[in-house]
């Protein structure tokens, strides 16, 4: 009887730890945005901290497991293409979209776009917005219908530290409260650095900054 006892218990003990683990389990997404004419696309996806790899084929969006809330780093490797990946600074159940944009290869060096490793947000502490200046991964972000960066904000890079970042014309909602929520930060965070002259000198103004 106490070894059927025993047997129960612990049983009763796996179960609540799957369990409990299964609860911290984030499901992120995958979502491709193909800014090339290739359509039979080829790589890997990774995710740093898990080790996790795999194989893709074609542009299709999908899901990964992430083992509780967190930071990760992911990645997109392709033989063809140049692919750079951004995502929220911290992944959630809320926040658990990871955007893998497709390039030519070369575009990358002509001026033609930044890429942020991570989106700035209310809960980024201050040393990791540091890291990022000192990184050069601080980007404001806009919208429009190219992926093409004025000259002036190429000036304005070198001067201040700061980049931009160009997506879809089409504004969403959540789109436009990310985007908003990140240049008012980076706005503030400039403000501090070098107090408010560096508005003169923005060649446009993002969303969330007046």
Not at 18 to 30: C, D, G, M, N, Q
Not at 113 to 136: C, M, R, W, Y
Request: charged share 25%.
């Amino acid at each position: 009887m106490t070894m059927i006892k025993s047997l129960l218990y612990l049983l009763l003990s796996f179960s609540f730890i799957v369990s409990h683990a299964t609860e911290k389990e984030i499901l992120a997404t995958v979502v491709f945005e193909n800014l090339t004419a290739h359509t039979n696309i080829e790589g890997e996806f990774f995710v740093m901290e898990t080790n996790q790899r795999i194989k893709v084929s074609g542009t299709q969006s999908f899901q990964i497991t992430l083992p509780e809330k967190g930071k990760y780093q992911f990645g997109f490797t392709s033989n063809e293409l140049a692919a750079y990946t951004y995502y929220p600074s911290k992944i959630t159940k809320q926040k658990n979209t990871i955007t893998v944009r497709l390039m030519e290869k070369g575009e990358q060096n002509e001026g033609s776009i930044n890429v942020i490793p991570a989106v700035v947000e209310s809960h980024t502490t201050d040393e990791d917005i540091d890291q990022l200046f000192e990184k050069g991964d601080l980007n404001f972000i806009i919208h429009g219908i190219d992926n093409s960066i004025p000259k002036e904000f190429v000036k304005f890079e070198e001067k201040y530290g700061v980049g931009l970042v160009k997506e879809n014309c089409v504004v969403d909602p959540l789109s436009y409260k990310r985007a908003t929520e990140n240049n008012q930060i980076i706005s503030d965070y400039l403000n501090k650095k070098y107090g408010k002259n560096w508005l003169n000198e923005l060649p446009a103004k993002p969303f969330g900054i007046k």
